[in-house]
């Protein structure tokens, strides 16, 4: 409800009421009407505050509904309420009224005297909704045991609400759910959670990333890549002279974080991914902040139909990639690879 506003009660002479709280206002400040007696017996319900009334007379109460008040007409003059001259707030009937914010309450009066006994409602508008939509990518099985994902959003009146949770696999996936604007009208942004979760091989510990996405006209649309968290290198291979079908290479890594070492994997490139004049190979790393992170980069295999000299590097991160080209060993048919 954008109004608490709901009951029944007295609305004693000279005294105001707040009708977005549902209690009488001690003061001018939180006031919405004011029950006036005037000189001479003249009593008039009066709007304050910027507030406005419209007089319907005796009209079904239950029926009334948000459509129904919004498409009246309000004005800032009081009601008239007898004894003296026209009395519009006989038992029966009932009065409009756009508060002070704006919010429209459905009043009736239940009996009539130097007192008020009223009941009342506050009816907001029908609530919209808007999608809210994450979509998280995939990331290599070896390095990501789990994503998680939590989506929020803070309404206006400050309150949190939930709007989609999900939890991934390496592969990714999709939360899909609803940003509503019962609460006071739509949220500017969303707040979306990531939490990544590594394979306990790599000893690493979970990374946590939090979004804070427009919500737009038609919600939100959020694409989170994995690229966000984890480190790339791309290895490219100049097969000059071009590899022959039993050639193979053995890319094996290891990653450092300072002076401690975390995840390692290895990949074998055969004489399939061989084949064309350039081969690459994308290494993927953890999140990691520290300024020594770095890989132990080791390659074997056949090149030319003889072993290749074993290749050994530490290269320091970030890097986005490495370019190798093979150059005979000595007079023999062994290669050794280089990096340039």
Not at 25 to 33: E, K, L, P, Q, S
Not at 45 to 66: D, F, H, Q, S, T
Not at 265 to 273: E, I, K, P
Request: neutral net charge; contains cysteine; proline residues 6%.
């Amino acid at each position: 409800m954008i109004t608490a506003s709901s009951g029944a009660g007295v609305l004693r002479g000279n005294r105001r009421f707040d009708l977005e709280a549902g209690i009488e206002a001690t003061g001018m400040g939180r006031a919405d009407v004011w029950w006036r007696q005037a000189a001479g017996g003249r009593r008039e319900l009066m709007p304050l505050l910027g507030a406005r009334v419209c007089a319907l007379g005796a009209v079904a109460y239950e029926p009334l509904g948000y459509q129904q008040l919004a498409a009246l007409t309000y004005h800032d003059e009081g009601i008239p309420g007898g004894p003296q001259g026209t009395n519009t707030l006989v038992p029966g009937s009932v009065v409009a009224v756009r508060t002070r914010s704006g919010k429209l309450v459905k009043v009736q009066v239940q009996s009539y005297g130097q007192d008020l006994h009223l009941r009342w409602q506050g009816c907001p508008p029908p609530t919209r909704f808007k999608t809210l939509k994450v979509v998280v990518g995939s990331a290599p099985e070896w390095l990501v045991s789990r994503y998680v994902v939590d989506c929020v959003y803070e309404s206006p009146d400050s309150s949190m609400h939930p709007c989609g949770t999900g939890a991934f696999g390496a592969g990714g996936g999709v939360v899909e759910d609803r940003i509503s604007d019962e609460w006071g009208g739509f949220p500017a942004a969303a707040r979306v959670t990531v939490s990544v979760d590594f394979q306990p091989g790599t000893g690493l510990h979970g990374a946590v990333t939090r979004l804070e996405p427009e919500v737009g006209p038609s919600g939100v649309s959020l694409l989170y890549e994995p690229e966000q968290e984890i480190k790339k290198i791309k290895l490219v291979f100049d097969l000059t002279p071009r590899a022959k079908s039993q050639d193979y290479l053995l890319l094996r890594w290891l990653y450092r974080s300072g002076s401690s070492a975390g995840s390692g994997s290895q990949r074998t490139l055969t004489g399939a991914d061989l084949r064309e004049n350039v081969a690459q190979h994308e290494l993927a790393f953890p999140p990691d902040g520290s300024s020594t992170a770095a890989v132990d980069l080791t390659v074997d295999g056949v090149y030319q139909g003889a072993e290749l000299v074993q290749f050994k590097q530490r290269v320091s991160l970030p890097a986005s990639a490495l370019a190798f080209r093979f150059r005979k060993q000595g007079a023999g048919p062994r290669y050794r690879l280089e990096a340039f």
